[in-house]
């Protein structure tokens, strides 16, 4: 389930968050190979749901530029952390602007995300995962008609 709001709280800004809430329990990836592999288990499992929490502030600067900056937040759920997902939680900022020219508009953004330390398992291998953090960004080019 996914709840997004924004609100104008002043001329030319926005309020904008979301509230992302998933049930993990129904979600296993266990290939036979993974198993005969690693003795049992499941590549990728979770077993307990998670919120997101997202909130941000938009600008509009001029006719052609805007802005926002965003902050993320998931609370850690604790346990074993799936091998293809060494999470548990994370924070994040996030900064972003778009240029608007006619009919064409070119956005960027970029973020910063301190991911929460985590244990993951491997048959009765145990690996630590701690003090992680990672930068993401992209780019978009559109054209309405």
Known sequence: MHLEFQTGIMEDTLLFGGIRWVRWSKFDISPEIYSAITGG???????KPTVTYTLGVGRRFTENWSGAVSLGYE???????GNLGPTDGFRSIGVGATYTIDNISISGGVQYRRIGSTRTQIGGLVNEFSSNSAWSGGVRVGYRF
């Open 75 to 81: 609370p850690k759920v604790g346990g074993i952390s």
């Open 41 to 47: 288990g499941s590549l990728v499992d979770y077993n």
